[in-house]
């Protein structure tokens, strides 16, 4: 039985270092409380007015729970540059990035994905923002 045990345990260690990405350095999750104002640094006060509750907490959700922005030990096999879904490109420099203040809504990044953890590559900046799928 503890055999059984054991070798479940094994596999399940296995499968998750699979997939598990080695974080370097310090880790950064945008602000929860500068959601709002994220999202009206992109849109205007009509767009912001006409979202629901329901959709202003669950980016707030998301950010605390599921963005991260660090550097990564080893480039992920699937990734997407920031600037290829920028929706303006003129707003979103890496001149003087700095991790805390990211504003994912600059970008066209999937916070509703229900199928794998996203990275996406922070210009040549050595970062990465990764979005952790929904559970």
Not at 66 to 95: G, W
Request: proline share 3%; hydrophobic share 40%.
């Amino acid at each position: 039985m503890s055999r059984y045990i054991f070798t479940a345990a094994l596999f399940l260690a296995f499968s998750f270092s699979i997939n598990a990405q080695e974080f370097k350095g310090e880790q950064f999750s945008p602000d929860a409380s500068k959601v709002e104002v994220f999202i009206k640094e992109v849109s205007n006060a009509e767009q912001f007015d006409r979202m629901e509750a329901e959709e202003i907490a669950f980016l707030k959700n998301a950010f605390q729970n599921r963005v991260i922005i660090t550097k990564l030990e080893n480039t992920p096999s699937n990734f997407v540059e920031l600037e290829d879904i920028a929706y303006n490109n003129e707003l979103a420099e890496a001149d003087h990035f700095n991790p805390e203040d990211l504003n994912p809504f600059y970008y066209k990044v999937d916070f509703y994905n229900k199928k794998q953890d996203l990275y996406y590559k922070v210009y040549d900046t050595g970062y990465y923002m990764l979005i952790k799928k929904r559970g």
